[in-house]
């Protein structure tokens, strides 16, 4: 059973639109939601990352929304650029146990010039 | 250059073999992971280490076994009792433990092939 569902599995977006990706999770014990993008070959490397407490946070072209009732939070690529194609995986863990992130399936995001 | 070494990058096994995969970080981190990516499954965490000859078992451990002699070394052997050996290996790193101010550093990956 996955723990952090997202989607869509893939996207393409043309330069300089807005990417939008969206997870969904269950467990309440999670408290730290945190953003990866991976490039083929790569390993995935720290985006930018969030705590329930805050409803949003952005960082240069790169937003996390955050939506505690709903238990959904997303990632927002504004003005998306070619050298953002990659695949992102958001995350989740746990309060009670800080070595234990799950993983959602991942997004291969193209950004077509 | 500080960082997490994965090696060797690809790895071809038949099956039945143990294989091991060697992780080596330089970034004085205490605490090192082990996961597994397939394709549309995302990252599971098989092992991992908070303190040098200590190790704890993930959510996918069967099959798997590690050693923490050194705080810079990680190595994951992969048995030949793991049923479906063949996937991508990402070795991780943090300031123990991973907290929000600690992210997962992680490797380029080895990709073993077992066939």
């Known amino acids: 059973q996955q723990q952090v569902k997202q989607s869509p599995q893939s996207l393409i977006v043309q330069k300089g639109g807005i990417s939008i990706i969206n997870c969904a999770y269950e467990?309440?014990?999670?408290?730290?939601f945190p953003w990866y993008q991976q490039f083929p070959g790569k390993g995935p490397a720290l985006l930018i990352a969030i705590r329930p407490d805050v409803s949003e946070k952005k960082e240069g072209r790169f937003t996390i929304s955050f939506n505690k009732s709903a238990k959904q939070f997303s990632l927002h690529i504004m003005d998306s650029q070619p050298g953002d194609s990659a695949t992102y995986f958001c995350?989740?863990?746990?309060?009670?146990?800080?070595?234990?992130?799950?993983f959602g399936s991942g997004t291969k995001l193209n950004v077509k010039p | 250059d500080g960082g997490i070494t994965q090696s060797p990058k690809y790895l071809f096994r038949k099956e039945g073999q143990n294989v091991t995969l060697s992780c080596e970080q330089n970034?004085?981190?205490?605490?090192m992971y082990w996961y597994r990516q397939d394709p549309g499954q995302g990252l599971r965490l098989i092992y991992y280490?908070?303190?040098?000859?200590?190790?704890q078992k993930g959510d996918i451990a069967e099959g798997y076994s590690v050693s923490r002699e050194k705080k810079e070394s990680f190595p994951l052997t992969v048995t030949s009792a793991q049923k479906n050996p063949t996937a991508f290996y990402l070795c991780?790193?943090?300031?123990?433990?991973?907290?929000?101010?600690?992210?997962?550093?992680f490797g380029n990956g080895t990709r073993l092939t077992v066939t």
């Open positions: 467990n309440t014990a999670f408290d730290y």
């Open positions: 995350a989740a863990r746990e309060d009670r146990d800080f070595n234990k992130f799950y």
């Open positions: 970034l004085n981190h205490d605490a």
């Open positions: 280490s908070q303190i040098v000859n200590d190790f």
């Open positions: 991780a790193s943090s300031i123990a433990p991973a907290g929000a101010d600690s992210p997962l550093h």
